[in-house]
T-cell receptor
Framework: SQTIHQWPATLVQPVGSPLSLECTVE??????LYWYRQAAGRGLQLLFY??????ISSEVPQNLSASRPQDRQFILSSKKLLLSDSGFYLC?????????????FGPGTRLTVL | AQSVTQPDIHITVSEGASLELRCNYS??????LFWYVQSPGQGLQLLLK??????LVQGIKGFEAEFKRSQSSFNLRKPSVHWSDAAEYFC?????????FGAGTTVTVRA
């Protein structure tokens, strides 16, 4: 069966510091991978998605970037965090690309920027 | 552009009572529709999905949803709520390359 992991589970960082959040998927190959951010009362916002190694599509221009160095690894990064980067970050994967397939979510990372 | 509206931000229901969560979508073609549930501090779990066929879809934990094309709706229902159903519920519509989520409905269950 497939499993998706995210770490760390929680993170408190000062403004201006760098960020690296990691997501890995087990039990499948060549998954489609997604990063979402969830702010209170605002649902989920798609940040990035990837259909393969090194292939990243950005949904919203912002202070964050994503990379996919290995088939089942997806990393969310920032060089300098802003207060507005605080939120709950969720990684997800799917078999098929896009909206015509179920996405399976990881447990999330709670990021607080102070 | 695809979008989802969940009109109810918060619903309180008594344990054992029925529950209905509303979802309206906007999408130009035949939609792929999903309901997810999120417990506090956790990821999202798929409750059910509609791709085609029977417009009444059964899911896990006793939930069901009905797709009504004429009303652009995909409402979620449960006949008898349990205390463990307290959570946040998200409706989503799948388009060409992504899912778009509603803002969510928080369900509180009172004894």
């Amino acid at each position: 069966s497939q499993t998706i992991h995210q770490w760390p589970a929680t993170l408190v960082q000062p403004v201006g510091s760098p960020l690296s959040l990691e997501c890995t998927v087990e039990g499948t190959s060549n998954p489609n991978l997604y990063w979402y951010r969830q702010a209170a009362g605002r649902g989920l916002q798609l940040l990035f998605y990837s259909v393969g190694i090194g292939q990243i599509s950005s949904e919203v221009p912002q202070n964050l970037s994503a990379s996919r160095p290995q088939d089942r690894q997806f990393i969310l990064s920032s060089k300098k965090l802003l207060l507005s980067d605080s939120g709950f970050y969720l990684c997800a994967w799917s078999w098929q690309r896009g909206g015509a397939d179920t996405q399976y979510f990881g447990p999330g990372t709670r990021l607080t920027v102070l | 552009a695809q979008s989802v509206t969940q009109p109810d931000i918060h619903i309180t229901v008594s344990e054992g009572a029925s529950l209905e969560l509303r979802c309206n979508y906007s999408y130009g073609a035949t939609p792929y529709l999903f309901w997810y549930v999120q417990s506090p501090g956790q990821g999202l779990q798929l409750l059910l999905k509609y791709f085609s066929g029977d417009t009444l879809v059964q899911g896990i934990k006793g939930f069901e949803a009905e797709f009504k094309r004429s009303q652009s709706s995909f409402n979620l229902r449960k006949p008898s709520v349990h205390w463990s159903d307290a959570a946040e519920y998200f409706c989503a519509v799948g388009g060409d390359y992504k899912l778009s989520f509603g803002a969510g409905t928080t369900v509180t269950v009172r004894a």
